[in-house]
């Protein structure tokens, strides 16, 4: 299976790349998000907070990790017209 290759059609994939592009770009954002708001918890002393955002930094690098996943799946697609 390692070299089975899925042929979509090239309107599909163009579609699937958008929001593949689209997904790095709101993981980029809930990383920047979280760091700051991170900051933020630290400045206050604020536990409740800082407990929440760990579990936030978790659910990111979870998805970081299923783009990572999902990357690799599409670089067996090949576009057929």
Avoid: C, P
Wanted: charged share 20%.
């Amino acid at each position: 299976m390692a070299n089975a290759k899925l042929h979509a059609s090239s309107e599909f994939f163009k579609q699937l790349s958008l929001d593949f592009q689209q997904l790095k770009l709101v993981i980029q954002a809930l990383e920047t998000f979280a760091f700051r708001a991170l900051v933020r918890g630290h400045e206050l002393g604020d536990n409740r907070l800082l407990l929440i955002l760990d579990q936030l930094e978790v659910f990111v690098s979870t998805a970081k990790h299923l783009l990572e996943g999902l990357e690799k799946l599409l670089a067996v697609v090949v576009v057929v017209d």
